[in-house]
Nanobody
Framework: QVQLVESGGGLVQAGGSLRLSCAAS????????MGWFRQAPGKEREFVAG????????SYANSVKGRFTVSRDNAKNTVYLQMDSLKPEDTAVYYC???????????????WGQGTQVTVSS
């Protein structure tokens, strides 16, 4: 079991930056691949970025590649999502998730945080 708590969301202008954090407690986060997903109103939850247990492998959605960076600090049981060059279409609730394996299918991820709102104004 692992509990996840996101922080760092907020309101930012287009072109700006935000850094999301996800703090894990319970079973150490290094036992899990970690992912970031987002869900905009009326849309399905979608994969944004993910990182393997060791941090050696990362994966990004095409829509954020080159703008977002996922990283983890296993000593702090924390995962980060650095979001740069934000666009209005990045507006969504962002969720942190943990899973045994890194993949893009949200239905297969077992542990979720409560989500944090990111709003990008034009």
């Amino acid at each position: 079991q692992v509990q996840l708590v996101e922080s760092g969301g907020g309101l930012v202008q287009a072109g700006g930056s935000l850094r999301l954090s996800c703090a894990a407690s319970g079973r150490t986060s290094s036992s899990y691949a970690m992912g970031w997903f987002r869900q905009a109103p009326g849309k399905e939850r979608e994969f944004v970025a993910g990182i393997s247990r060791s941090g050696g492998t990362t994966s990004y959605a095409n829509s954020v590649k080159g703008r977002f960076t996922v990283s983890r600090d296993n000593a702090k049981n924390t995962v980060y999502l650095q979001m740069d060059s934000l666009k209005p279409e990045d507006t969504a609730v962002y969720y942190c998730a943990a899973n045994r394996n890194l993949n893009v299918y949200y239905q297969q991820w077992g542990y979720w945080g409560q989500g944090t709102q990111v709003t990008v104004s034009s």
